[in-house]
């Protein structure tokens, strides 16, 4: 029963393979994800000034970008126009304090005003280190969201949606709660819709939406472990990640 409801929100939200940008990054990554191959990001003006805002943002981080690619053993950095702006946006996994035992993954985007790259999404816990292994997720685009999806283990084992509308501020929430009845013998699931009580069937129909609309997988870490778990995002389009010096470089290339 765990198993099939994970599966159910994988279907909606998440598949393999850390990814993100483009192109001449060697990371040996064994995704499955439809290849995006692009070759140099043309940019306009203002897509320069956000690359070497990012370069910047990119060089005061690396320490904490670092020590998760050390201790994941994992690709951490992306550049995609997320929004279809014409500017792309700079997104990472980074460590918050100096263990590095767990991951945030940061959003960026230009601001024109002030010149600056600015945070727009923060989400803490994404990636961590535990006995049985770290959680999965998913981070995704359509046509009008970004979409983020995690789950957690313990006690009680937590999936979590979250969608971002296309100025990333969350538009929605869905949340699925499994917990282990010892009278019973029997996983117990819970539905939660936008922070309220939700049955199966609209749960389901919430979430799936968003994986039928998804255009690119922008980084995840689940792998399919048989057929029956195969997510509709295996046959998505995923960019590639690149880790801190494949996308210093590229950076500096594209200024």
């Known amino acids: ?18 990814a993100a940008c483009n192109t001449e990054t060697t990371e040996a990554t064994a995704s499955i994800y439809t290849k995006v191959t692009e070759s140099m990001m043309s940019l306009n003006e203002d897509g320069v000034k956000a690359v070497n805002a990012y370069k910047e943002l990119l060089k005061v981080n690396k320490d904490s970008i670092q020590i998760i690619e050390k201790y994941f053993n994992v690709p951490t950095c992306g550049l995609h126009d997320i929004n279809s702006d014409g500017i792309p946006e700079f997104y990472f996994f980074a460590a918050t304090d100096s263990t590095g035992y767990s991951a945030t993954f940061f959003v960026f985007t230009y601001d024109k005003g002030s010149d600056a790259a600015v945070k727009k999404i923060e989400i803490p816990n994404i990636m961590y280190l535990s006995g049985g292994g770290g959680g999965e997720y998913a981070v995704f685009t359509s046509p009008v969201a970004l979409i983020v999806t995690r789950s957690s283990g ?10 971002y509308d296309m100025n990333f501020y969350k538009n929605g929430s869905y949340k699925l709660t499994q917990t282990h009845d010892a009278a019973t013998e029997m996983v117990v699931n819970k539905y939660f819709a936008n922070g309220s009580p939700a049955d199966q069937a609209a749960y389901d129909q919430l979430v799936t939406v968003h ?3 998804a255009t ?3 980084a995840s870490n689940i792998q399919a472990k048989s057929e029956e778990d195969a997510s509709p995002l295996l046959s998505k389009p995923a960019a590639r990640l690149m880790n801190y010096e494949g996308m ?5 290339k594209l200024s």
């Open 216 to 218: 690119m997988v922008l």
């Open 154 to 163: 313990g006690t009680e084992s937590v999936t979590e949606t979250v969608v």
């Open 211 to 213: 994986i039928d609309q």
């Open 1 to 18: 029963m765990f198993k099939r409801a994970v599966a159910l929100v994988v279907t909606a939200a998440m598949a393999l393979g850390l």
């Open 248 to 252: 210093l470089s590229y950076l500096i």
